[in-house]
């Protein structure tokens, strides 16, 4: 092979190494949500839910994958006008010792770029107007039909602060505070009506019915699948049956020495209370005892498949109950059931709220 050949033949090599590489960023861009994305949208939706236990984990995957302090800083404290200052600020505060903590480690996280508030006129609520119209791409009236009507202070709030004084920030895009607010309203229930409103808005600042079809993950393992489903029917996906063929439901028989009753209750109570509240896939863990006999525990418990049942094994709630009350227990028996009537049955959880 003459040195023209040669030539001719690396350059086809390269040619065919970019157009593969060009194909396969094209399709990690268009097919979901980058690694930075899906920690984005899950750590709002942990804060929205209060899930503070998950949202340490994945704050530190936020910074592992590249989201810097302050963008994880202005999407803490934007949700602080979807869910609430107690949450909000529960998470900044957990936020702050993950830093300190990184920080202790020797780990150098990205600062990012300076939070610097600069508000281009003292009309906020024209300004806040103009930003809302802006990625909204729909005529903001003043005040606004309704609710500004109704109550002008709440719209001058929404306006002039939320979208002034929060949005005049651009440490976060447009588009990845929409993808905040998306996640948030994702996974809270009750107001389906401001997720149709921020999806069409998040549409507007280039999300794509691809990324929001991969928030649907995300949202049902942070936030279980009914809040999961809401979303799927808002974004025109299928919907997921509620309970999967493999769900299990089981009767723990555990008898308990008389001695260790009173304390092996609180650890007890503590370890159900935690699986119900931070795990999507515990559907139930509904202690008893017997009134006749308070040694005899009964424990109903339900998962939504096989997989939540073993994920629930892992956590540390679980493995600190194992662990402290094996003492306590005199005989354990395991009863696995079968649902007699799976259509009826989640109905049961909605009448008791």
């Known amino acids: ?30 097919s ?10 899950a750590i709002a939706t942990l804060t929205a839910k209060g899930n503070t236990t998950e949202l340490k984990t994945t704050l530190n995957s936020g910074l592992d994958s590249g989201l810097t302090i302050n963008e994880i800083k202005e ?27 990184r920080a202790a480690k020797g780990i150098k996280d990205d600062e990012g770029k300076p939070i610097v508030i600069e508000n281009q006129t003292k009309d906020k609520y024209e300004q806040g107007r103009k930003v809302l119209e802006e990625i909204s791409k729909t005529p903001q009236p003043k005040p606004a039909p309704g609710f500004g009507k109704f109550a002008p202070r709440i719209d001058a709030f929404l306006k002039e602060h939320l979208f002034a004084d929060i949005f005049v920030s651009d440490v976060l895009s447009y588009q990845q505070r929409e993808l905040v607010t998306i996640s948030a309203l994702a996974a809270m ?15 507007n600042t280039g999300i794509t019915d691809a990324q929001l079809k991969a928030l649907c993950s995300i949202i049902e393992k942070h936030a279980g699948r009914t809040q999961a489903n809401i979303l799927r029917r808002n974004v025109g996906e299928t919907e997921l049956p509620l309970t999967a063929p493999d769900m299990m439901v089981r009767v723990s028989e555990i008898e308990i020495l008389p001695e260790f009753l009173e304390e092996y209750k609180a650890i007890l109570q503590e370890e159900s209370s935690a699986s119900v509240a931070v795990e999507p896939g515990v559907i139930a863990i509904y202690p008893m005892f017997q009134k ?29 109950y194992k662990e402290t009350t094996l003492k306590m227990v005199k005989s354990l028996k395991l009863v696995d059931m079968d649902a007699l009537d799976t259509v009826t049955m989640p109905q049961v959880f909605k009448k008791i709220k």
Do not use: W
């Not at 979901?32 to 949208?41: P, S, V």
């Not at 229930?189 to 549409?203: C, D, R, T």
């Open 32 to 41: 979901g949500l980058d690694t930075r994305q899906q920690n984005l949208a």
């Open 75 to 101: 999407a803490l404290v934007q949700l602080y006008a979807y869910c609430g200052f107690p949450r909000s600020l529960n998470a900044l505060g957990i936020f702050k010792s993950v830093v300190e903590e």
């Open 1 to 30: 092979m003459n040195r023209k050949s040669i030539i001719n033949t690396l350059l086809l090599f390269l040619v065919l190494i970019s157009t593969t590489m060009n194909a396969q960023t094209k399709t990690e861009n268009n």
């Open 189 to 203: 229930p009750g107001v389906e009506a401001q997720l149709k409103s921020h999806l069409g808005i998040g549409k």
């Open 292 to 320: 006749e006999n308070p040694t005899q525990v009964r424990i109903v418990e339900i998962y939504a498949d096989k997989k939540a049942y073993e994920a629930h094994l892992q956590t540390p709630h679980f493995k600190k």
